[in-house]
């Protein structure tokens, strides 16, 4: 557009200055003739000086680029922080500062109720599927999960004085443990709730009791009111030992045995010539004779083991075999009072008197109440949860699941078995197989759980059981003469997966002995064999339900409870013993 209006007043301009150039031109030609481009040349130049002086101030105007824009208010901060950015390469390697990276997120715990070995095995277990989950055991025990069958045994063949301190004991292969799985040290302690949300990749500890679980919510509150969210919780509270229905509370040496304070209290009696009386003849009581039986030896005890029914194991065993191990139990030197059921219980003098139904008084130092436990489920009762009343423990389907993302475990668990329906077991091995098992099926497996148990009373006598082993039910037997290789000492060596064991995964033993592994073959034993003229040296107890085999009873016979279980899960009936026999070996010598 400007440069159309510089064209059209140039060519303006041109149309005056025409006639006046050509008129001087025609007027000068004339007169000077001979010289016509000088006159020319002349008069342009005037026109052209005052063109330049007119024009170019508005050629200059309209020719020139357009003014750039100052720099407005809104754009000067942007323009601040294109300077900040753009700096020069020293000033960078002078003033950065490393790029802080964001701490990972911590995840939702893993709560699990109750500090026993259920919760231990667990906790293991949810480890070795993520290791990098937030896992809490909450306990109300002043000490770090720890396994309950050396209190009853092994610690009581110790010859170290300091045992009620160190808590180590010796397996009946020789190798030294530690009846706690791992030390504090090991754990990351927490105070409250608030350390739920600390990172760590240690398994957490807090000592405070729970006192309500909210399903709904995905809640646990502990004694001081603070609450705990969990990802999925794990009900792990076992029991309190049962009393006797006269049992009195005001005299102080008549205890229950559970806890390793429990322990440590009867360790300190137990000494200088004391008379102690056990009450009760399951696994614990029949446990604890025979290892107060071998303190005897050297601290001088009397031991007494009082029950109502007609022999050790009397429950589980059938009669036979109820007999003979209790024959063996007297031989180790305890008093078994078979058939007696304890009509009051009274203090004189600082002794206790034990009135029995045959009107037999039994006067002792100590009396230790071994008849059980009665399954801890009130929280899982206020929770809301279903409670077998039949058998007192939290009801779970197969994978030990009670409500969404809510599992159970342990002595507290009333567990559905695939083959042999609903059921509720006090064991350590329990304890330990249904622990782990609800660890995986915390962090995905959905697997059921199948229970195998093992027990033994001292280094002599093992016995480990696979199912539904009921005095109740009808039995198949057949046995074999034993040889020294057939004991708990030699059997260890042979159970590598052993239940015993599986809770301590990765837990070193409390010494390294170079000559001496738990996975070493054992040696036979060199001294007499103490089942030489025994009837009932090694066999197999088969338990019959409506002619099908529903449980079995490995009497010193090790290394063979997968073959059992296989055995169950099969569906086997009583007809068909015979041809199963093979699996197990019981007559070749050389089988262990």
Known sequence: MSMNLLRVSAARSARRAIPKARSVAIARSYATHAHPA??????????????????????????????????????????????????????VAEDSTPVSVPEPKIQKPYVLIGAGTASFAAAQAIKEKDPEANVIIIGDEQYAPYMRPPLSKELWFSEDPEVGETLLFKDWQGNERNTIYKELSEY????????????????????????????????????????????????????????????????????????????????????????????????????????????????????????????????????????????????????????????????NEGKVVLELGNNENVTVDHVVVAVGIEPSVDIAREAGLEIDEKRAGVVVNAELEARSDVFAAGDMVSFHDVQLGRRRIEHHDHAVLSGRHAGENMVGAAKPYHHQSMSDLGPEVGYEAVGLVDSQLSTVSVWAKATTKDTPAMGAGLEAASPRGAAAAGVAPATADPDASAQDTPKP????????????????????????????????????????????????????????????????????
Do not use: C
């Open 188 to 347: 990351q302690v927490i105070a409250d709730a608030s350390g739920s949300d600390l990172q760590t990749n240690k398994i957490k500890l807090l000592f405070k009791k729970a006192t309500k679980l909210n399903v709904e919510d995905h809640t646990v509150t502990l004694e001081d009111g603070s609450v705990i969210y969990y990802n999925k919780v794990l009900l792990a509270t076992g029991g309190s030992p049962k009393l006797l229905p006269n049992q009195p509370k005001d005299i102080a040496n008549v205890t229950t045995f559970r806890t390793v304070d429990d322990f440590k209290k009867l360790n300190k009696i137990a000494k200088a010539g004391a008379h102690i009386a056990v009450v009760g003849g399951g696994f614990l009581g029949s446990e604890l004779a025979v290892a107060l039986a071998k303190r005897a030896e050297k601290e001088g005890l009397t031991v007494t083991q009082i029950f109502p029914e007609e022999g050790n194991m009397a429950n589980v065993f059938p009669s036979y075999l109820t007999k003979w191990t209790t024959s063996r139990v007297r031989k180790l030197g305890v008093d078994v009072k078979t058939n007696s059921a304890i009509q009051s219980i009274t203090s």
């Open 38 to 91: 000088q006159p020319e040349a002349a008069s342009n130049t005037p026109w052209f000086l005052g063109s330049l002086l007119v024009f170019g101030p508005i050629l200059f105007k309209l020719t020139s680029p357009p003014p750039k824009k100052k720099k407005t208010a809104e754009e000067q901060p942007h323009m601040e922080n294109v300077k900040q950015v753009t700096v020069s390469n020293d000033t």
């Open 525 to 592: 034993s060199t001294g007499k064999n103490i089942f030489e003229d025994e009837k009932f040296g090694k066999g197999l107890v088969f338990y019959v339900r409506d002619k099908k085999i529903v449980g079995l009873l490995l009497f010193n016979v090790f290394g063979k409870v997968q073959e059992a279980r296989d055995i169950i899960n099969a569906g086997y009936t009583s007809e068909q013993i015979d041809g199963l026999l093979k699996k197990f070996n019981l007559h070749d010598e050389d089988s262990h």
